[in-house]
């Protein structure tokens, strides 16, 4: 858990594509087995520390022939952005994917203190 005490707190949030295999015979839609696709997502703002970061997919579209499989994740969390991280296995197709995400963390104020030396 993340306390905020008497800080600014700030908030970003985007929604993005993360792929498209359908069109283009993709690996995603095409492929078997383990499979996993990655994004670099940048935040308008850096934060002061690492944010708490959710994702959730706002766009699944998945062959209803097989299993819909699916795990959506948050990785490599810094001050400045994140990987979201969508992976697949077995018989799954996926089409496409779009990723809606959350960051909430401290952010930095113009009335902060700065350190003097």
């Known amino acids: 858990m993340q306390v905020f ?3 600014a ?3 970003d949030q985007g929604d993005d594509v993360l ?3 359908y069109e283009d015979g993709g ?3 095409t492929g078997a087995g383990a499979r996993e696709r990655r994004k670099k997502i940048t935040f308008a703002t850096e934060f002061k520390d690492e944010p708490v970061v959710h994702v959730s997919m706002s766009l699944w ?3 209803s022939a097989t299993n819909a ?3 959506v994740t948050a990785e490599k969390i810094t001050r400045t952005g994140f990987d979201v991280v969508f992976r697949t296995w077995s018989d799954t197709r996926v089409a496409r994917v779009r990723v809606r995400w959350l960051a909430i963390g ?3 104020h113009e009335d ?3 350190d003097v030396y």
Request: aromatic content about 16%; hydrophobic content about 50%; cysteine-free.
């Open 5 to 7: 005490i008497n800080q």
């Open 27 to 29: 690996t995603m839609w």
């Open 19 to 21: 792929f498209s295999d």
């Open 112 to 114: 902060d203190w700065q």
């Open 106 to 108: 401290a952010a930095f």
């Open 69 to 71: 499989r699916a795990d």
């Open 61 to 63: 579209d998945m062959d």
């Open 9 to 11: 707190i700030g908030v």
